[in-house]
């Protein structure tokens, strides 16, 4: 088929020829003896990543670093077998030897409590030496230093050092349910509950500082939204209007929280001072709206079922008239975005997907194929999103990359997990 | 007999013809009685035959809706028909037999519209309001695990509100009545089936002390 | 036996009356048992109708035309079976039309209903609810107070349930119009948001009036102008439902019988169609059979006659011709000869005189590319061995772009079938030394702006196989980025 293809191009021998080393290398008919240029095609659909061999790091940090390049879907680990004869950390390297097994290698040590990691290239030889200060959490010392490479080579924010927020439930249906608001690492590893209660808890939502979590409280027969600093864990109430006070997310630069409250009937898109508490109000329509997105530092995303079912809309955070973002379906909510990408659920013939978009295009990329999947969550750099899919009747969290190359299960607490938020990229 | 057997043949002939006749008008049956009469009764689309069931003496008040396989209905509960099980007292909200002792109203899939069926339960309760303005009530709206949950939150929240305003056409203060919607956080039922769907999607009326 | 009987006449008239009241009997009896209730009504036409293992709808058909040409249709059964096939499914869509009307028509009167119901409540809205505080009061206006909250709890059912429905075709409308511009969308959406603010402000507005109008109270002559009024509007309405009612019954009944007479119709049509068909078909493949025999026999005589006269005039014509042809040829081929010999001899000494000339250019020539051959074979096999191995070298190197690119190439999110042309020369050491040329790109700004960034991200590229010393145009790639 690709032989055929190719004689399409080429004359048979040429064609043999090129058949041998790559298979899709695609040549324009050239005239003997001057050749013509090289034609290739470059087509989205790959499955490999950029090639990355690393050694063995004493300290574990070799597996969490792996484990994070692999999540991002960008790159491929090299087995550890195909190198045996490399030098240690500092030592004599020859790149071009490696050339042909991987395009990069890393090596490292423990280095006073923190960690020192160097990058090569084979391709140039070129090398790079990171240097990553100790922290109470060795695992975020680790996380780092995937982020270093990950930034050099793909150009791109690392987002591993981050943490996740997310909700879980034990006994789901009885009378003894208990709801705990956990968060960990961005790899799911060292989780810690900030609220335990007998009542919901939904909604987190990160302040854009990483310190602070805004959540939705059921907490004595009414719904409010509380704002609690996850390291001295004070909290105040933000809003407990009459009626429902649901779905908060913080404005970019971190003084509002957008949010759908009912007081005045039907559910509608507020903003709120996170500090005043005074409200504005930015949606007016009788039909729902709520699960509010900033997708800038002046408009919102939002979800609607104003057109007869839920849809995705986007309105200035000063109101006036809401733009449709989404006709594909009968289902679209729960916007997250990150880095000019929007994560949302689409529904589709009775099954729930994650599904991601460019903020400006208009064709979607699926990137989940469960039945009830919920809660996207994007990484700041938008190369992951956190989403839970039902497994067994249990909901647990996924994490897959924006090309959905890769898809892990992130390890997690008992209990049924929900509402992921991925928090913004940490400075502390 | 020659005659009789024409007779046996022609008959049936007749009637059949009646039958086409009835057939013609989907929404009006013919019957035809001994004395060649004709009456007719209103069926709905699906066959089933719509009465009304008088409760508490309201009878003769046509339902106007039908919905195919809904059982029976009427809008209006009684009142003061000296039968106990019904009286809308607050001794009634303790009654098992008392209509008072609903407080469950289902919904549609996405939709927070009140389906007829329940619309004597919503009044009785409503009623009940308004005979005793110092009562308090709470409707949780609740919705099933389907689609996303800041959204069921939404939802629910729009399925008590749905109740509360018909509550307060009947009379009900407004501060007599607290909505909740709890989304999908708080199910009757596990599993993923429609059946287990349909029981969560609900409103619950709750009294304080009742 | 007719003497015995003319001999007793009285025994006779006693045989007669006994005969009839025992018809009479049975066909009184007939009619009890079989006095058919509506969900019966068919029974008696099943059992009929399974003797002759008709349809329904035929057999009736056939009994009532009964006509001579009976039994001709069930001798020609097939085409009776496509026949009755067509009048079945011309009744069916005529029963059908016939609901269709008829549903239309109850949904009319429904809709009628409905209006005057809305029409009656707005008018009366501000008396109806101030006469509910009055009827608070008073035990007998209960009843009044109770249709009126049954009446609004209408009203508000059919705002719900036509807002619904708009809800569900303002949905559909956009699915279909997926594509049409995002401005149009935005337009409509706010449009229907408008609407349904206004509605929701009305509502609102009457809800106000509501309150407004309780906190009032009213007179007992208000409550019985009222009370008047409105049994004229009930007594308004039980007439329109009933006019209605009629009307729909009416229609029925004409529709039925519309349609029998249509069926009567086309089975006599049909049966006569029929019989005239085959009786036509008869006469025509008789007149036909004996027109072509006779035909035959003289076809036959005739060609014998003709073959025997043509056979004799052609040996005739034939023996003639033959003599004249043969003197013509001897005298002509003499001459021909002649002038052949004469000619042949003068071509001979010129052509062989130009084929000396020729043989000795052709030496020369095939001696000179001769020479130049074989030196060109000595260069080419050279050149190709060395051409080979480039080109060899070229497409690796390629090859190896290709991967490294894409790897490092994320487009966004939702651009599948978008597509780019990008153009790059790339310097000995790797780097792009040409900038990145965009050549075409379909659309999206950030579709193309992933593909300059793949390029930029992909520095340095492998680096172009040293030992051939590739020239500029060599290291010089097209990439289709799709």
Redesign the interface.
Known sequence: MIKKFLSHFLSPS?SR??LQ??A????LASS??A?A????????T?D????IYIANIPGGATGVIEGDLKRSG?FTIIERSKITNLSAFGGELNGGEYNDIT?YIVRGKEHEGGLQVELIST??NAKTTYTISKNTNPRRVFHKAADKIYEKI???KGAFDTRLAYVTVTNKTSDNRQFRLYVSDSDGHKPQVILTSKQPIMSPAWSPDGKKLAYVSFEDNSSAIYVQDIFTGEKFMLSSREGSNSAPAWSPDGTKVAMSLSFN?SPDIYIVDAKSGDFTRVT????IDTEPSWSGTNSIVFTS?????P?L?QIAATGG????LT??G?YNSAADIAN??LAFITGNRGAYNVA???L??????FLSNGTLDESPTLSPNGAMVAYTTMKNGENSLAVVS??SKARQFLTSPVGDIREPAWSPYLNH | ?R??RT???V???L??????????????????T?DGSIT?STTTEDGTKTGTVGAGG?SG?NS??SQGDRSNFN??PG?NNGNNTNDITLAGLNNPDNLLSQRIIYFDYD?A?IR?EY?VLI?THAKLLAKYPSLKMRLEGHADERGSRAYNVALSESRAQSVKN?M???GALSSQIKTIGYGEEIPIVRGQSQESWQKNRRVEIKYDDY | MLKVLLRHPGAVLGAIILHLLL?GL??FS?DWS?????HE??I??A??TEGSLET?ANS?AE??SAKPSEKQIIKEKQEATDAKEKAEKLEQQK?AE??KK??AE?KKIAKKQAEAQKKAEAEKQKAALAAAQALKLKKES?NKK?LQ??A???E??LE??AA?Q??????RE??R???EA??A???K??A??EA??Q??KEQTAK?EAEQIEKEKKLAAKKAAEKKAEEKAEKEAERKAQKLA?KK??D???K??AK??AAKKRAEEKKQERLAKEKAEKKAAALAAERKKEKEAEEAAERKLAEKRKAEEAERAKAAKEKAEKEAAAKAAAEKAEREKAEALAAKKAEYHRKWQEAQAKKKAEAAAADAKRKSDAEAAAR?KSL??A???A???W??K?????????????????EQAKV?ITISNS?FISSGIQIKSCSG?P??CASVK??F??SE?L??PPSKYNLSK??R???????
């Open positions: 040429l020829l090129l080393p790559i899709l290398v695609v040549l003997v003896p050749l240029e090289l034609e290739l095609t470059i087509s989205k790959s490999d990543g950029i090639p960008r395009d391709s140039d793909t150009r791109e009937g007016t329509s009788s039909a079922d104003r057109g007869g079912s849809q809309y008239k809401a733009k449709r006709f594909d009968k000019k990408k991601i978009k460019s400006s295009g208009e064709g979607k990329d924006d090309n | 007999m005659s009789i007779k046996l043949v008959l049936p002939i009637l059949s013809a009646l039958t086409i006749v009835g057939c013609s008008s989907q929404n009006v049956d013919k019957d035809t001994a007719s309201a008040v106007k809706d809008y209006l009142e939709k519209a007829p619309m009044n018909i307060g056409v009947q | 018809g049975f066909f007939f079989e006095k058919p209730d509506l009504a068919g008696p036409i059992i009929i329904q009736v009994e009532e029963i016939a609901q008829a549903t109850k209960d109770r909250l049954e609004k709890q209408e508000e059912r719900r349930e619904e708009e809800k569900a075709i303002a949905e956009a699915q119009k997926a594509d995002e401005k969308q935005a337009e959406a706010q229907e948001a349904k603010e509605d929701k809800l009612e729909a019954k229609k029925a009944k529709e039925a349609k029998e050149n051409e080979k480039k080109y060899g070229l497409v690796s390629g090859g772009i290709q991967q490294h690119v894409k790897r490092r190439w994320h487009p966004p999110p939702g651009t599948k079938g153009r790797g999206n950030e579709f960034e793949a930029e991200r340095p492998p680096r145009s060599d010089t790639i097209t990439f289709k980025m799709d």
